[in-house]
């Protein structure tokens, strides 16, 4: 699930949310805002049963999946778009 909320000026507080055991183990999102690199953006667990990451990105078209344990990806449905290419936001 992805959470949007926009910001003073032209940022966009975007919070990417999955079960906090589904898929098991470590993810991260992975995407064009962050060079595609596996660690750098965590979900971490909430104590309402959830795992999330927020990020501000400016407006534009952003590529991105969650990369989990074992080398699995994973798309986002509530994204703007999935394709073969992963998910899209358009902010």
Known sequence: MIKRNKLFGNQTRVTFCLPRDTPPGTVSVVGCFNGWEPGR?????RRD?????????APGEYRFRYLATGGVWLDDDSADQVDDRGSLLLL
Request: no cysteine.
């Open 41 to 45: 953006h965590e979900l971490v667990a």
């Open 49 to 57: 049963g959830t795992r999330t990451v927020t990020l501000k990105l």
